[in-house]
Nanobody
Framework: QVQLVESGGGLVQAGGSLRLSCAAS????????MGWFRRAPGKEREFVAA????????TYADSVKGRFTISRDNAKNTVYLQMNSLKPEDTAVYYC???????????????WGQGTQVTVSS
């Protein structure tokens, strides 16, 4: 059974940093692109960042570009999201996901984690 477990969320002041982790179990995802999404209160889920199967290609939403960095460690079956210069508008539940594709994508995600809350205070 595939499981994705996010961790690293919490409460941080504006301008601060957090590092999210997503550990996958049940199968290896070293040949799959992975991504991060978020859902803010009262809003629909939105794409945040994605990384291809071997980590040499990434893409980001304009709202986080230059502040967030996605990375992965295939030996640990884990994807990370380093979030710097956090803003109150980054407050959301953050979800990791695994794509059916190897290439970077903002769609075509097959497996999802349960999410981790990130709250940025002003």
């Amino acid at each position: 059974q595939v499981q994705l477990v996010e961790s690293g969320g919490g409460l941080v002041q504006a301008g601060g940093s957090l590092r999210l982790s997503c550990a996958a179990s049940g199968r290896t995802f070293s040949n799959n692109a992975m991504g991060w999404f978020r859902r803010a209160p009262g809003k629909e889920r939105e794409f945040v960042a994605a990384i291809n199967w071997n980590g040499d290609s990434t893409t980001y939403a304009d709202s986080v570009k230059g502040r967030f960095t996605i990375s992965r460690d295939n030996a640990k079956n884990t994807v990370y999201l380093q979030m710097n210069s956090l803003k109150p508008e980054d407050t959301a539940v953050y979800y990791c996901a695994v794509s059916r594709l190897r290439v970077v994508t903002i769609t075509t995600y097959a497996y999802w984690g349960q999410g981790t809350q990130v709250t940025v205070s002003s």
